[in-house]
């Protein structure tokens, strides 16, 4: 037995505390730790949400580690960032220099604009409870024998959109960004047959009066039709497919091309005004508002007098949402009345008097019975899962793509396997994890094949991209004949012929390479199998008009991995003929704004293929056509006139309006630097070795600001 004098008391104390100091600091150290990291993978995640449009984890899983950041930072409030994601809404927008000035950015194709109030995100629920406690502190803050009510809004699953009328004509229309400053994508809104530019006559018939100044706040949506058909092009394009509606809706909106947008079937849905004046006192009346001046409002809301009638709505919804043609997360609870709201004011992040309750996404369990390998267009080698059918969001889903082999090994998919997959009213299905209960112990991995299920060719995996390929593009007959499916499509040449027609040509031998279907004559099409001389002619017929379509559309046509519709007309207008865009260098390509790496060797490796240059050749003696018109029309008159102009990097103008500058000047746009070049002008970005070449060659670069004084010094001396 050991026996403590007065001291050793006291030396005892003193060690204990020293314990628990120290327990308490590796406490805090690890509490700080976690802070950190869990900011930083947050950052990343909005990064991935609002400007790449390609989230990697769900809203669920989202809100679940912000929910644990929120909960350190109230325990251990030393250790929060001013900046945290806790506080902070979307993705940061910041300048060159950090700042949020609202000004343009440099390279841009949209123009930044601040908000003129915040656009807050709102705090999120998943259960019951939770909202109860939303309800319960309300009314702990108001006293309860406070009357309020509460207005329920299908919660749309889309971008959000800020449009600003200025005495009821549109000004801008701006999107959410960091919630101080977005987007201004006006031209790309009134392609969407909703939206309304002037509604000042309606204002002043239902308020005797215009607000000078008003935010209405909505949201861009993909209907799902819209977004099956979408996908299914991309899917035939082996493009990657969009992830859901949301993705799609927001990435169309970012669209340099207002005509491509239009053809996407966005639709709007507005559900906030927000102003200096007064417009109503209720939410409800706003939208009142908002209907009579013809702007589309949501007609799934209903105006509650309780929480309990809330919870009613929400059961409702829950169970009906798969009704529904446009995708809903969820519903969002507002307090009904403007004053109260005004009274219960906003966190840094959200306000105080609204809330979303997020429903579960639709999910089943089935058996994964067998996998299939799909030789794609380009030779790419899809897996796809062949399961037990069963019903999901009103349809019976049989197979599901798993997309690669890194993405069943991803999931650790077995044969056998009982599989999650999730539609969520979405028409493409996928599958989401592995019920690993239910796997029989003698489950095998699937045997990703190493040859071409077609052809028997090795397949081979470029570095950095996550697909498999059979690299036999003139010989693997699958590949062959869906080239030529791809080339007489609607949007490519607009042939009139089929899958079958396409395969009745390939087995008889009459189409190899795609300069061939302009040899076919009327005696080859007539040993077609039922084949008649008008189905000849109307085919022929059609073969001659395609000698008319667009650059981009004969660009699209011709097949390249990566190059989608959109993508083909990007490169028409920048580069202008097929010779320009098959003499870019690589950092010519990568200067395009929608243009990366992957897409850029792939344009590199098409043109450097032989083969693919004879048959451009041929089917440029055949007569389509593989330069814009307005390529083929520049002035031969101009400040510029008679000069081979090249431009690299970013502009503080759009790389299409700074070419067209140049030929409307007189200019002929190249696309690299070489002996011919007179003028190479270099903006923010260029890459340091195409300017030491253009030195080499004696060529010294000008800054934008030069050109603009070449072409304005030179106007002068013409018109003196």
């Not at 050991?2 to 060690?15: A, P, Q, V, W």
């Not at 993508?567 to 010519?588: H, P, Q």
Request: hydrophobic share 35%; with cysteine.
């Amino acid at each position: 037995m050991i026996i403590f004098n007065n001291e050793g008391s006291l030396l005892l104390k003193f060690t204990y505390n020293l314990y628990l100091c120290r327990l308490i600091d590796m406490e805090k150290n690890q509490a700080k730790k976690r802070i950190e990291a869990l900011s930083e993978e947050l950052r990343t995640h909005n990064r991935n949400y609002y400007v790449l449009n390609a989230p990697v984890i769900s809203d669920y899983e989202y809100d679940m580690l912000m929910k644990e950041l929120q909960t350190l930072e109230k325990e251990y409030p030393e250790f929060k960032d001013s900046n945290s994601p806790t506080v902070m809404v979307g993705s940061e927008y910041t300048g060159e220099n950090g700042d949020k000035t609202g000004e343009a950015r440099v390279g841009s194709f949209f123009r930044r604009e601040r908000h003129l109030f915040p656009m807050l995100s709102l705090s999120n629920t998943y259960n019951a409870q939770e909202l109860y406690s939303f309800d319960q502190r309300i009314r702990k803050s108001v006293g309860e024998d406070r009357k309020f009510s509460y207005i329920c809004e299908l919660k749309f699953d889309g971008t959000a959109i800020s449009l600003t009328y200025r005495n009821g004509k549109l000004e801008r229309a701006v999107t959410r960004g960091d919630g101080e400053v977005g987007d201004n994508v006006i031209n790309n809104i009134i392609g969407i047959k909703s939206v309304r530019k002037d509604i000042s006559r309606k204002l002043m018939e239902k308020l005797g009066r215009i607000p000078e100044l008003m935010e209405i706040r909505g949201e861009i949506y993909m209907p799902y039709d819209a977004f099956d058909r979408l996908n299914i092009e991309k899917e035939k394009e082996e493009e990657p497919l969009f992830a859901n509606p949301r993705n799609a809706a927001a990435g169309s909106l970012k669209l340099q091309d207002p005509e491509i947008v239009k053809e996407r079937g966005l639709e709007m849905t507005l559900y906030q005004i927000a102003s200096e004046e007064e417009i109503s006192d209720t939410h409800e009346k706003n939208l009142e508002l908002l209907r009579y001046c013809g702007l589309p409002v949501s007609e799934y809301t209903s105006r509650c007098d309780d929480i309990n009638r809330v919870m009613e709505y929400i059961s409702m919804w829950d169970k009906k949402r798969s009704e529904l043609h446009f995708p809903t997360d969820g519903m969002v609870i507002k307090i009904n009345e403007i004053p109260l709201q005004e009274e219960l004011g906003f966190t840094a992040k959200s306000p105080r008097w609204a809330v979303a309750y997020k429903f579960q996404a639709e999910r089943a369990l089935t058996k994964l019975v067998s996998i299939d390998y799909q030789v794609g267009r380009t030779g790419a080698i899809t897996p796809v899962a062949n399961l037990e059918p069963v019903l999901l969001s009103g349809t019976t889903v049989k197979r599901a793509s798993l997309h690669n082999a890194d993405q069943i090994r991803l999931l650790d998919i077995h044969m056998g396997d009982f599989l999650y997959v999730e539609k969520g009213g979405e028409i493409i299905p996928k599958i989401t994890g592995v019920e690993i209960s239910m796997r029989d112990n003698n489950a095998e991995r699937p045997v990703f094949p190493d040859t071409c299920p077609d052809c028997g060719t090795p397949l081979v995996k470029p570095e950095g991209e996550a697909r498999h390929y059979c690299p036999n593009r003139t010989g693997c007959p699958t590949q062959i004949k869906a080239s030529f499916e791809h080339f007489v499509s609607r949007k490519a040449m607009n042939i009139n012929a089929g899958e079958s027609t396409i395969a009745k040509l390939y087995e008889k031998g009459f189409i190899r390479k795609l300069s061939d279907l302009y040899r076919l004559t009327e005696n080859e099409l007539l040993q077609l199998e039922s084949w008649k001389e008008k189905s000849a002619r109307n085919f022929l017929d059609s073969i001659e008009k395609s000698k008319k379509r667009p650059f981009s559309s004969v660009l699209y046509a011709l097949g390249i991995r990566h190059i989608g519709e959109t993508t083909a007309k990007v490169l028409t207008r920048e580069f202008g003929n097929i010779d320009r865009l098959s003499g870019a260098a690589r950092e010519d390509l990568l200067a395009v704004d929608e243009i990366g790496e992957i897409l850029a060797d792939s344009i590199m490796e098409y043109f450097s293929n032989v083969k693919n240059l004879e048959v451009i050749k041929e089917l440029r003696e055949y007569g389509l056509t593989f330069a814009e018109e307005s390529a083929n029309a520049v002035s031969g008159n101009g400040p510029l006139s008679g000069k081979n102009v090249v431009i690299s990097g970013a502009f503080s103008i759009p790389r299409e309006e700074m070419k067209n500058l140049i030929e409307t000047n007189g200019g002929k746009i190249q696309s690299s630097v070489n002996s011919k070049t007179d003028i190479f002008v270099i903006g923010e970005k260029c890459g340091p070795a195409k300017i030491a070449k253009a030195r080499d060659l004696g060529k010294e670069p000008v800054s934008e600001e030069e050109l603009y004084s070449l072409i304005k010094n030179n106007n002068s001396h013409e018109q003196r």
